[in-house]
């Protein structure tokens, strides 16, 4: 193989290919035994990469998928705010949705790696904080109408020079935020994931020589390159649109329509999104950094999804949006929950993509992460803050049922806490979990996922929650005749007996015996109901996921359990 004038010959670079996906691995490993927040350490909320010199992804862990698709936006960012001015020993921090972020509670730790005083390389750690500040507990309003609502923002600052902490940086984060002890332990795990990555780098140019490692990168990108333009060659060329709604923005319950067009044309493809509306009040918004990685999943997963990932597989990708949309947003548009917009502009793509690759792309899922914040005070009288990203149902393909419990869309290697986490740390109990049978699926010759429902009582007093559900009116579709999947849907159970019902909710006051249940919804099926064979309908009423009943009332028949 050849970069420039440097030949690395095949062994070598499978062996350096091999060092960069340990390390990035060993980052991980680092990280999650180092961290204080569960939701880093148990939920795994945290993605590590390296960099070339010039910001261009080459190895990444199986970590948040969203983080690693803005691995090089944040870290070119960088490069332009401070230059030359870089030392080695710096490290910078960045929570900047408008400079290549998510938004203000994932805090990137980025690392320039020198050899001979030239850098060569940069590491990346990006976490999600508990919390950052701002008007809630968890900083993730959803009814925000403005980013200096969602807490600190630390738009690239040193937080190291020169191989010492800046004080001055710790003390700003420390007296902003609720739990600073935890805080400022995750940010020295983060620190310590990117210290290990400096070495390891370090030990690659001592054994081959930093101009044969810089080669392997090139060569390494350039072989990615190659494929993902041979897997979209063979595709055929043509415009592929899809439209969807999302239901509300936190502050409107109004449906807000988006789109997309997808061109392939030769060996590119392009992601058009123009004629989305404007921003958002709500916090639902995302910026353009979160858009291209929204995208840059959704592509992967057509060219090559079981391959290590990095930024050669996207050369041949352009994405289209003008400033100041809903997926383009700008400074002071909120994005405490862009998640949730994000993931619509993944689930256009996918859904466009859908009937040129049935095989790989599904019929619609529950989409949303189904986030509760729940806050208040222990028993010790310590505050506490409880998040978990909740898993759900996933569409049907023409051969296969679709999946159940899955984690949403491009949210990557991520868990929910076991109960017996849950019981030990929070004062909460776990009532149920389970499937979410009730709810049901698309049905379909493939049926859909089903989704979960997982219940929460409130064990102590004064006790607040809040939440963003998307998918809680528009259902996820179904393909070639299936049917549309089942919403989401936020339950409050109150001690008294009453019954409430939310989809995007900004504040709940909750008392002991007051249960949170959390139901997520059914993906969309695949093909005539009428087709699906007796056998798996009467499997799935032995399995307790359907009722004699309703196997009759959909499918026509109950099988071989009639």
Known sequence: MLSGTRTVDPVTQEIIEGKLMATVDEMGLVMARTSMSPVIYEILDFACGLLTAEGELVAQMNGITLFTGTFGFQVRALIDRFGPRLVEGDILLSNDPYAGGTHSCDFAIVKPIFVNGRIVAYAINVAHYLDVGGSVPGSLAPNATS??????????????????????????????????????????????TVRVADRRVGELAAKYGAQTVLAAFANLLDASEKQARAAIAALPDGRYEASDIIDGDGVSDDPIAIQVAVTIEGDRLVADFTGCPPTVAGPI?????????????IVKALVGPQAPSNEG?????????????????????????????????????????????????????????????????????????HIEPQHGGWGATP????????????????????????????????RRYGFNVEGGVGAGRRRGGYGVLREYEILGADTTAYGS????????????????????????????????????????????????????????????PKQREPARIAED??????????????????????
């Open 147 to 192: 980013v200096f609502q969602e807490g600190l923002r630390l738009a690239g600052v040193r937080v190291v020079r020169a191989g010492a902490f800046d004080d001055d940086i710790l003390h700003i984060i420390a007296e902003n935020v609720r739990m600073p002890e935890i805080a400022l332990g995750d940010l020295n795990a983060q620190i310590a």
């Open 285 to 297: 918004n995302c910026a353009r950094g979160a858009l291209q990685s929204a995208v840059k999943t």
């Open 313 to 385: 597989w996207f050369r041949p990708l352009t994405v289209i949006c003008p400033p100041g949309t809903i997926f383009t947003a700008e400074k002071p548009s909120p994005t405490g929950w862009y998640y949730e917009g994000s993931v619509h502009a993944s689930e256009l793509m996918w859904k466009a993509l859908a009937p040129l690759k049935p095989e790989r792309f599904s019929a619609g899922s529950y989409s949303s992460l189904c986030v509760v914040y729940i806050a208040g005070k222990d028993a010790h009288g310590e505050p506490f803050i």
């Open 399 to 430: 051969t296969q049922d679709g999946a159940g419990a899955i984690i949403a869309l491009t949210d990557g290697d991520t868990y929910n806490y076991s109960v017996e986490v849950i019981e030990a740390r929070f004062p909460l109990r776990v």
């Open 469 to 528: 559900f998307g998918r809680t009116k528009v259902a996820p579709w179904g393909m070639d005749g299936g049917s549309e999947g089942t919403v989401n849907v936020l339950e409050i159970a109150r001690a008294g007996g009453a019954v409430e019902r939310h989809g995007r909710i900004a504040h709940l006051d909750l008392v002991s015996g007051d249960v949170v249940r959390i139901v997520s919804g059914g993906g969309g099926g695949w093909g005539d």
């Open 541 to 562: 009423i032995r399995n307790g996921f359907l009722t004699e009943a309703r196997a009759r009332e959909v499918y026509g028949t109950a099988g071989d359990a009639a």
